[in-house]
C-alpha cells in the first residue's frame, strides 16, 4: 500500500509529523502510523496552555490493536488541540496532515528543532518502507 508524507512537512522516527509555520507547529500522526494501529478508538491529549517536551509524551493514541504514547518533537506551549478527534477519534484516518492534526505548539525556540531527529518525505518513506506489511 502506498502511502501519501507530504512534501511541506517534516517527520519523526517515531511517527509524528511537523508543520512549521514560525514558531507554530502543528503536530499529528503519519498514514503510515495510523495503518499499522489499525481502528482508532480512543485519544488523549494535553490541555491548552499545557507544556511539551521535545522528546516526552504528550498523551496517546489508543486503537483495537494497541495503545501508543504520542511524543512532541518540540518544546512549548499548547495552543490548539484538536476537539474534534477527541470525540470521534476513528476521523484521523480521514484526513491525517489537514483534519485528523492533532495539536498546535507555540515553540520556544524554532532553533532547538533537532535537524537530525527530523526527516524529509523522502528520508520517512525510506524508513518505513521495509516495514510495511
Known sequence: MAFEYPDNLQYTDTHEYLKIDGDIITIGITEFAIDQLGDVVFLELPELGDNVESGEKFGTIESVKAVEDLKSPVDGEV???N???LDAPEQIADDPYGDGWLIRVKADNIDNLDD????TA???TEQ?????D
Not at 537530525?116 to 526527516?119: A, E, K, N, T, V
Not at 518505513?128 to 510495511?132: A, I, P, Q
Open 83 to 85: 476537539d474534534q478527534l
Open 128 to 132: 518505513v518502507e521495509g516495514v510495511s
Open 122 to 124: 523522502d528520508e520517512y
Open 116 to 119: 537530525d531527529d527530523m526527516m
Open 79 to 81: 495552543l490548539e488541540r
